[in-house]
């Protein structure tokens, strides 16, 4: 069993920025993936960024050069910078780790934290 535990997400201006972090738990697993996704009423869940064990890194079209992914292996945690925030960043952001216990490929998710942009 994997816990995934996320902090970061409030009320943001415009322009502004926040950083999400989320941290890994758990006996005897290794991480492969974790990635950031959103969700906005009304809206499908997305995958806004990710980043593999060994750093290569993928965001979605609408969050590049705006949101940087990045890991502390150490930690066994991801933070996603958001910066020059706008309104329709708006959603609930969910961490994602794709992991292997023992053997057994997993995929976990975290509770969710909510991020509002707005003036």
Not at 92 to 115: E, F, I, M, R
Request: hydrophobic share 35%; net charge positive.
């Amino acid at each position: 069993q994997v816990q995934l535990v996320e902090s970061g997400g409030g009320l943001v201006q415009p322009g502004g920025s926040l950083r999400l972090s989320c941290a890994a738990s758990g006996r005897s697993f290794s991480i492969n993936v974790m990635s950031w996704y959103r969700q906005a009423p009304g809206k499908e869940r997305e995958l806004v960024a990710g980043i593999t064990n060994g750093g290569s890194t993928t965001y979605a079209d609408s969050v590049k050069g705006r949101f940087i992914i990045s890991r502390e292996h150490a930690k066994n945690t991801v933070y996603l910078q958001m910066n020059s925030l706008r309104p329709e960043d708006t959603a609930v952001y969910y961490c994602n780790a794709d992991v292997t216990v023992w053997t057994t490929p997993l995929t976990y998710w975290g509770q969710g934290t909510q991020v509002t942009v707005s003036s």
